[in-house]
């Protein structure tokens, strides 16, 4: 990657965390594209360059995050570890990205709200293909034995539906930081899972 590709995503990366953080505290519908300029200290028209509208601007953030997500899954699914490791680390992973990029992670959670056309398919696609790697990796402990038997997708819905909802309840400034939340939820969330 040249120079000027690295200052373009350096810049582009600077402009989504700014806007997902204007856009958790203020709403989608009530942060403009000047809103987001002015906390860039940047011109309109410059925002423009790297993104056409509001829309476009979240849905580069929401493909990213669920990029990430699905590739860090795809990791998880490779290790050499029995189901129960796997489970358990992608637990940890998917609730750690999830709090850290917490402002990004609340859009793409209700991608209709905020999509249309190409972009809600491509947005819905992504989050199916996340989910399949759960599923992969729950039919995996229930094919060794390590899980209870049961509907996979009813299992996977449950822990994701958890997991995200953690969003809502959890706080920096409470006693245990992202790391130690997300292990302990790992811990109480395999209960789901383990015979």
């Known amino acids: 990657m040249s120079l000027r590709e690295r200052k373009k995503e350096k810049k582009i990366n600077e402009i989504m965390n700014s806007a997902m953080g204007l856009i958790s505290k203020k709403g989608y519908h009530a942060t403009t594209m000047d809103d987001i300029a002015s906390e860039l200290l940047?011109?309109?028209?410059?925002?423009?360059?790297?993104?056409k509208d509001k829309e476009d601007l979240v849905f580069y953030c929401t493909k990213q995050l669920l990029g990430e997500s699905i590739q860090q899954a795809e990791e998880i699914e490779r290790l050499d570890v029995n189901s129960h490791e796997?489970?358990?680390?992608?637990?940890?992973?998917?609730?750690?990205?999830l709090l850290t990029e917490r402002s990004g992670?609340?859009?793409?959670?209700?991608?209709?709200?905020?999509?249309?056309?190409e972009k809600l398919d491509h947005v819905v696609k992504l989050r199916h293909d996340y989910a399949s790697c759960m599923d992969r990796m729950i039919e995996e402990g229930m094919a060794s034995g390590?899980?209870?038997?049961?509907d996979v997708k009813v299992k996977r819905n449950l822990l994701l539906g958890a997991m995200n909802y953690s969003i809502s309840w959890y706080s920096l400034s409470g006693p245990l930081d992202i790391t130690e939340t997300a292990h302990k939820s790992a811990e109480h969330l395999m209960k789901m899972f383990v015979k």
């Open 42 to 51: 940047m011109t309109k028209g410059s925002l423009y360059y790297y993104f």
């Open 146 to 150: 390590e899980f209870e038997q049961g």
């Open 86 to 97: 796997k489970l358990h680390k992608a637990i940890v992973v998917h609730m750690e990205y």
């Open 105 to 117: 992670f609340e859009i793409g959670s209700k991608p209709r709200s905020f999509f249309s056309g």
